[in-house]
């Protein structure tokens, strides 16, 4: 099997928080006593990566999502468990482990607001105590596949999110991290500079063979980006698999889009639900567990003449919505 | 000799991060105006304050002259105006949980910050300190320092910016154990007024006063380098010097302390 990058085995995090009561009088109590509670962000959870993997967390807001990528970059430390990465554990090695891993927060910036990034850039190679010639040559190159050399002269707050994006993954690939970590990379971004962001994340996991751990809400992210899918839901891991596997595992449904010259049936087949009907186009939500595609299909043409048909996976959204089902 | 190049190159990020928020800070120059503009107000207003003062008495106050006075006051002043403002920036960062950020770079968030503030504050000391003694000299038509107490002034004034910089970073970084740092901050601003010496030298005050001053860093931030523009003294230099080193060791051991056991307790909001 390939080289183990990150480990992790029964990992729990509990947050600890005062309880704040409603009212007067119990904010006078409050001065006296204070409560606290306990919020189990994560229930012990496992995993492995492999060097050159492209993995992505996926989950509801609140799962556990960020607390593990934080876990693993060193930020905070876990109630329980263990975890390695690289052959670090990373609250104990944070500064060692940070000159290994790139990270990105989709929603905070790393790069000086007033300064232009270049600036920024130069700064973290001495940061990240690079050698000279070599820092050079290798931001020279980020420059060109990112294509952001137009922006590199320009103050960071004059840049569009899309832009400063770009900027914020070139400076955590400066010191040619094994892993790059990205938490919700492309939140906030309008769908041309999203999938180009993607791609460029594609390119570097190909190119460089850097791991990428990402997480996120956008299942689209997780279709362009990542070959293997762990999905959590209130601190527990409830799937863990290849993307083909959960789309094949769950998928139960298909959806048949139709367009009739004459409709003359009514649809009324066991199995087969109207999603949508408009004149003389309409769209079936066919369940493979009370009958089979071909079944569905031949009943189907039976309700009229049939100019155009296509059939169709559901969304990975919509599989994952049902793994949520299954789980609650 | 790889040990020695280790350390040049961790002093090298430090420098660097000072260099980069230097030229951050001059980045703002609207800001730069406004704070000259209310310098030259404040000076001008302690000015008057102390020529009254001193028009009930000939002579002087314990060895202050007025003229000694008007530099004095436009020494801490300068200092004052360019202590660190990164409070604020610990505060939102703790709070917005942005802080992520710095923990995943490799470097001491303490020191970061410190060198952080250091570079800004350098960069108004030296757009403030030559108005200060401009306006001073203006109104007294006299030097009243040396080559040698300017030279003193500075190194001293740097140094100070620098402690100032620490116990700003400790009270900041208290934030993640309370919800408002600011009551602590006002405090400490309040002792560099007072204790400090910001409007009246120490020697003026009363003795147990003087005495208890020694024990906080506030007198050596602001009182020690402006003293030693206007009675300039080696002793008093190396005097100063020493408490300033030993005040920046105390308060960065009780940063990295601070620092270490909040990160083991930090939660981090959005998400």
Redesign the interface.
């Known amino acids: 099997m390939e080289n183990k990058l990150i480990e992790v085995k029964d990992l729990k995090k509990t947050?600890t928080s005062k309880k704040k009561s409603e009212g007067f009088l119990a904010g006078v109590k409050s001065l006296i006593k204070t409560d606290y509670f306990n919020i189990e962000a994560l229930k012990g959870i496992s995993f492995d990566v492999f060097e050159g993997e492209t993995l992505a967390l996926i989950g509801p807001?609140?799962a556990g999502?960020?607390?593990t990528i934080?876990i693993l970059?060193?930020?905070?430390?876990p109630t329980e468990g263990e975890a390695k990465v690289i052959g670090l554990v990373p609250w104990n090695d944070?500064?060692?482990l940070?000159?290994s891993?790139g990270?990105v927060?989709g929603?905070?910036?790393?790069l000086?607001f007033?300064?232009p990034p270049m600036?920024?850039f130069?700064?973290?190679s001495?940061?990240?105590?690079l050698d000279g010639k070599e820092y050079k040559k290798r931001v020279e190159e980020l420059i060109d596949i990112f294509e952001i050399r137009e922006y590199i002269s320009v103050?960071v707050r004059k840049l569009s999110l899309g832009e400063r994006m770009r900027c914020e993954i070139v400076l955590s690939l400066l010191h040619k991290p094994r892993i790059l970590f990205l938490d919700?990379p492309t939140i906030g971004l309008d769908v041309v500079v999203k999938s180009r962001v993607r791609d460029l994340i594609k390119r570097i996991n190909r190119e460089e063979h850097v791991t990428v751990f990402l997480t996120s809400h956008d299942t689209l992210d997780i279709e362009a980006i990542s070959k293997r899918v762990i999905v959590i839901n209130d601190g527990r891991i409830i799937f863990e698999g290849d993307l083909n596997t959960i789309k094949h595992g769950y998928m139960k449904k298909k959806i048949v889009d139709l367009k009739f010259n004459e409709i003359t049936g009514d649809f009324n087949i066991k199995g087969v639900n109207i999603l949508k009907k408009k004149d003389y186009g309409v769209k079936l939500e066919v369940d493979l567990t009370q009958i089979s595609q071909d079944d569905a299909i031949s009943e189907i043409i039976k309700q009229g003449e049939i100019l155009d048909i296509t059939i169709e996976d559901p969304s990975l959204e919509e599989v994952i919505k049902a793994i949520y089902n299954e789980e609650n | 000799m790889r040990k020695t190049k280790r350390i040049t190159l961790k002093i090298a990020k430090y420098v660097e991060i000072l260099k980069v928020s230097f030229m951050a800070a001059s980045a703002y120059s609207k800001e730069l105006y406004g704070t000259l503009g209310f310098l030259i107000i404040t000076l001008f207003i302690l000015f008057f304050l102390w020529k009254t003062i001193f028009s009930f008495e000939t002579g002087d106050f314990e060895g202050f002259t007025l003229q000694k006075m008007i530099w004095y006051v436009a020494a801490t002043e300068a200092i004052m105006l360019s202590s660190s403002r990164i409070r604020l920036r610990i505060d939102e960062e703790i709070r917005s949980g942005n802080v992520s950020n710095f923990l995943v770079k490799p470097f001491s968030y303490p020191l970061f910050l410190a060198f952080d503030s250091l570079g800004s504050s350098i960069f108004r000391f030296i757009v403030r300190m030559p108005v200060a003694f401009a306006l001073a000299l203006i109104f007294t038509l006299k030097f009243e320092i040396s080559l040698l107490g300017l030279m003193s002034y500075i190194i001293l004034g740097i140094m100070g910016l620098f402690l100032d910089a620490l116990v700003t970073i400790l009270i900041g970084l208290l934030a993640f154990y309370v919800e408002d740092t600011a009551p602590i901050y006002w405090i400490y601003n309040k002792l560099l007024f007072t204790i400090g010496g910001l409007l009246i030298p120490i020697d003026m005050m009363p003795a147990f006063v003087k005495t208890i001053s020694k024990f906080f860093p506030a007198r050596f931030i602001l009182y020690n380098p402006a003293n030693s523009l206007i009675n300039f003294s080696w002793e008093f230099f190396m005097e100063s010097f020493s408490y300033i080193v030993l005040f920046t060791a105390i308060v960065l051991l009780l940063t990295s302390l601070l620092f270490s056991s909040a990160s083991r307790r930090l939660s981090i909001n959005g998400g």
């Open positions: 947050y807001n609140g999502k960020s607390t934080k970059t060193g930020i905070l430390y944070r500064v060692k940070s000159y891993i990270v927060f929603q905070r910036s790393q000086w007033h300064l600036d920024s130069n700064l973290f001495k940061i990240y105590e103050p919700e």
